[in-house]
């Protein structure tokens, strides 16, 4: 009797000990892959998913929102699942108090999650009339809802399998090593193999299959393209460069030319057969061989006797948009010598990724030898020389100078359409913006360089043409985005907004990295002055920087009327 009333005050504590103890035990045995969620995963992955559904710089089709939601949501679940862990090294909640959190998020999130998806319809309604848009149909919600769950799920089944495949490791090292030794050798070993996975397998066969895709795209030739019977055009029969070898956009830039009666008509004068001059990849084998393969073409052409030449550093697949080169046609009547070359098959995105010094070795090469022979000719005789980079365009050219006070004094013009993020010369002049002014329109005094985020903006100009003209939408991504974004709320959402950016864009880390880079996926089909969509408005950039003679603000109204139609 004396053993069982000392024994039995002790068995309480003897209960409370054992449950202290063995509470890790109990959850490390559990299956991985079949283990209940975490509430603090739950709860912060619907706040991740409400939020994705706020508006970013451009309307996301119903599908991408989907991705987007469901992508961002696991990375909210992976959060609060790893604050969680962190919680429970210091207190371990007792049954009673994870019960009561799971009713409180069964109670909130459904319809917090309801009021959000209808926000998220009104605020994309009301960005694509913003941006001029026709608007979503309503019964993309529920598929948009449908992708997401499909989403968060897969990315949740592929996190509990690696998890799955970490425990299974550490029970094979735990032979060997301790228990916390053998869990971080798991935790590695699953990381590096899935690491090299996705960079080896995944990864490098991507990049591989797009350039295959690319090079074989590149091979083609657009509808309706064919061969010019000009011999003031790279590809001719009189041409040093051959058809071939211009790759497709080659192809497309060199037979898009107005033909001289629409110059005619247009100006009201007699114009001149238009000078395009492009080498390919396949051209030469080298960027300094295209580029003086480029300057022979010039020599055979008379290019140096036209009024105007420009330079047009490409994007990554060699592609120019037809109303830049165009408009300068139509502005001096023909008298005009436009030259370019390729330096990639990839995308802009993809070249920027994989290798972005391809892009300034060519703009280094074309622009240098085109400016060394253009230096040689008496100062009085030569024509004036301009130059054109969109997109990563813009980032070989920037690098080709190096500096703003190069830029102005390299060329008679600069027009940059779409910056990104990593130029120098860009960043360093935003950076250096006079007080007040915007970070999407800055202002630089000293230098005869001017910011547009609307094109028509550049007609209010007064005193001498500028030099350096920067076109960066307010709404185009490709200026916008940047790394920082994950931690860091960007200038451009702060104080006065963009003319085009929604006042209901709000900065949320990880959350606007995210939905700006989906924006890049569809930049370029937002309609004419936003996005990554500059088109016809490239004709108040090239007034704003060399107007022909007698050039008005009536005439560039008419002009992009006409190449808009």
């Not at 990375?75 to 210091?90: D, E, K, N, P, S």
């Not at 253009?374 to 024509?383: E, F, L, N, V, Y």
Request: aromatic fraction near 10%.
């Amino acid at each position: 009797m004396r053993k069982l009333l000392v024994a039995a005050p002790l068995i309480p504590a003897q209960r409370r000990v054992r449950e202290v103890v063995a509470a890790p035990t109990v959850v490390g045995s559990r299956r991985v892959v079949r283990c209940g969620l975490s509430v603090t995963g739950v709860g912060l992955c619907a706040v991740f998913y409400c939020l994705t559904y706020t508006p970013s710089l451009l309307p996301r089709p119903w599908f991408l929102q989907g991705v987007v939601a469901g992508l961002t949501a696991s990375f909210g679940y992976a959060g609060g699942t790893a604050i969680g862990a962190v919680v429970r090294l210091r207190w371990w909640p007792s049954r009673r108090v994870e019960r009561i959190a799971w009713r409180v998020l069964l109670i909130l999130v459904p319809p917090l999650i309801l009021l959000f998806l209808w926000l998220g319809t009104r605020w994309q309604r009301e960005l694509r009339l913003r941006l001029g848009m026709p608007p979503q149909q309503e019964y993309d919600l529920m598929r948009t809802v449908g992708i997401s769950i499909l989403t968060f799920g897969a990315l949740l089944l592929l996190a509990r399998c690696l998890r799955l495949a970490a425990h299974g490791f550490a029970r094979l090292f735990g032979r060997l090593v301790p228990e916390s030794a053998a869990y971080c050798a798991g935790f590695v070993v699953v990381t590096v193999l899935s690491w090299s996975a996705f960079d080896g397998l995944l990864l490098s066969n991507l990049v591989t299959s797009a350039d295959r895709s690319a090079a074989i795209t590149d091979s083609g030739t657009g509808d309706g393209v064919v061969r010019p019977a000009s011999a003031l055009r790279s590809g001719s029969l009189g041409s040093l460069v051959t058809w071939d070898s211009l790759g497709r956009q080659g192809r497309n830039f060199v037979t898009k030319a107005p033909p001289v009666s629409a110059l005619t008509a247009f100006s009201g004068r007699p114009a001149l057969d238009p000078i395009r001059i492009y080498a390919g990849l396949s051209s030469a084998d080298t960027a300094q061989d295209r580029a003086a393969l480029v300057v022979r073409e010039m020599d055979r052409t008379g290019a140096w006797n036209r009024d105007v030449i420009a330079v047009f550093t490409p994007t990554g697949t060699g592609w120019v948009d037809n109303d830049v080169p165009s408009s300068l046609e139509y502005m001096y009547t023909g008298d005009t010598a436009l030259v370019s070359m390729q330096y990639s098959y990839l995308p802009s995105w993809i070249s920027f990724a994989v290798d972005r010094t391809k892009v300034v070795d060519a703009a280094s090469a074309l622009i240098t030898a085109v400016r060394e022979r253009w230096t040689r000719m008496p100062a009085h005789d030569r024509p004036k020389l301009l130059i054109f980079g969109e997109s990563l365009g813009t980032y070989g050219t920037e690098k080709t100078f190096g500096t703003a006070a190069a830029m102005v004094e390299g060329a008679d013009g600069i027009l940059l359409e779409g910056p990104m993020f990593a130029n120098p010369v860009h960043r360093e002049l935003t950076a250096g913006r006079a007080p007040g002014s915007p970070v999407w329109d800055p202002s630089y005094p000293g230098l005869p360089v001017e910011f547009s985020s609307e094109s028509h903006e550049l007609r209010d100009l007064t005193g001498p043409p500028r030099k350096v003209v920067y076109m960066q939408n307010s709404s185009d991504p490709v200026v916008w985005w940047s790394p920082s974004l994950l931690w860091h709320k960007p200038e451009w959402l702060r104080g006065t907004r963009g003319p085009d950016v929604t006042p209901d864009m709000h900065w949320y880390p990880v959350i606007t990295f995210w939905q700006t880079t989906v924006d890049l996926l569809f930049a370029n089909k937002a309609p004419i002055g936003h996005g990554h969509v500059y088109k016809s408005g490239a004709v108040d950039g090239w007034a704003a920087l060399a107007p022909p003679p007698g050039w008005t603000v009536a005439d560039t109204v008419r002009l992009r009327t006409l190449l808009d139609t």
